[in-house]
């Protein structure tokens, strides 16, 4: 039996969750999913340029977990450009360190820390906001397990 797998630190949700090519409904297409790990392994190697021994300790794990999931995210995403499907990032076993609000209203994106809920967008002054970590399941989770750690 396979141990369980621990959570992996993800910095920020993403703001965008799905993608597919202009044309084709999204009924249409199979679907890929990237889970949340996948995505922080390709933002922090190719997006950021970090290297696998930095990028694993910042995800809170191993180097060679780190280069196997990347890899594993790489072939996803190639995947989703060469035969076109529909790429959907969400799940895995994470914790976010940090938030993003976005407002309902006008689209204005901003970091928000875990423990705190913002009432209204500093953009417009809208009360409608989305919690992009909630969206996934997230928040007060992630903020006790990165609490615990930096004990």
């Given at each position: 039996?396979?141990?369980?797998?621990?959570?992996?630190?993800?910095?920020?949700?993403?703001?965008?969750?799905?993608f597919?090519?202009?044309?084709i409904?999204?009924?249409?297409?199979?679907?890929?999913s990237?889970?949340?790990?996948?995505?922080?392994?390709?933002?922090?190697?190719?997006y950021?340029?970090?290297d696998?021994?930095?990028?694993?300790?910042?995800?809170?794990?191993?180097r060679?977990?780190?280069?196997?999931?990347?890899?594993?995210?790489?072939?996803?995403?190639?995947?989703?450009?060469i035969?076109?499907?529909?790429?959907?990032?969400?799940?895995?076993?994470?914790h976010?360190?940090?938030?993003?609000?976005?407002?309902?209203?006008?689209?204005?994106?901003?970091?928000?820390p875990?423990?705190?809920?913002?009432?209204?967008?500093?953009?417009?002054?809208?009360?409608?906001?989305?919690?992009?970590?909630?969206?996934?399941?997230?928040?007060?989770?992630?903020?006790?397990?990165?609490?615990?750690?930096r004990?």
């Amino acid at each position: 039996m396979p141990r369980p797998q621990k959570k992996r630190s993800v910095n920020f949700p993403p703001s965008w969750t799905s993608f597919k090519p202009v044309g084709i409904r999204s009924k249409e297409l199979e679907t890929i999913s990237l889970g949340l790990d996948e995505f922080e392994a390709i933002r922090l190697a190719d997006y950021e340029g970090l290297d696998h021994a930095e990028s694993a300790v910042l995800m809170e794990i191993s180097r060679s977990t780190f280069s196997r999931l990347v890899e594993r995210a790489r072939q996803k995403v190639a995947v989703f450009i060469i035969e076109g499907q529909r790429l959907q990032i969400d799940g895995g076993e994470i914790h976010f360190q940090g938030n993003v609000i976005q407002c309902a209203v006008c689209a204005h994106q901003f970091a928000a820390p875990l423990n705190e809920q913002p009432t209204e967008c500093p953009a417009c002054g809208s009360p409608s906001l989305i919690d992009l970590a909630d969206r996934h399941g997230h928040g007060h989770c992630c903020h006790r397990h990165h609490r615990r750690n930096r004990r």
